[in-house]
């Protein structure tokens, strides 16, 4: 069993900044892939970017591209997620998943992915 925890979210005005961290306990693997999610009310759960635990790739949604970047600490089993230039439609519960790492698969679908989060409010005022 693999626990995730999300820390980093709050409140921020419109071209502000967060750092968003997931950190993994229990039981581990040697190869991860790791991901973030947001949530807005009624809308689906939507891909954000996610990164490898073993092989430096990275993957992002257009929305964000340029503006969030992900990042890694293999030794503490965290994985950032840095924003910058937040828009108010940026706002949103957002979920750091993982998942073992297999090769050819991006992980931008939620179904990728085993292991949740219960996630961290991020919310940005206009």
């Known amino acids: 069993q693999v626990q995730l925890v999300e820390s980093g979210g709050g409140l921020v005005q419109a071209g502000g900044s967060l750092r968003l961290s997931c950190t993994a306990s229990?039981?581990?693997?040697?190869?991860?892939?790791c991901g973030w999610f947001r949530q807005a009310p009624g809308k689906e759960r939507e891909f954000v970017a996610a990164t490898t635990w073993s092989v430096d790739r990275t993957y992002y949604a257009d929305s964000v591209k340029g503006r969030f970047t992900i990042s890694r600490d293999n030794a503490k089993n965290t994985v950032y997620l840095q924003m910058n230039s937040l828009k108010p439609e940026d706002t949103a519960i957002y979920l750091c998943a993982a998942a073992r790492l297999q090769l050819f698969v991006t992980y931008q679908l939620p179904n990728d992915y085993s292991y949740w989060g219960q996630g961290t409010q991020v919310t940005v005022s206009s």
């Open positions: 229990g039981r581990t693997f040697s190869s991860y892939a």
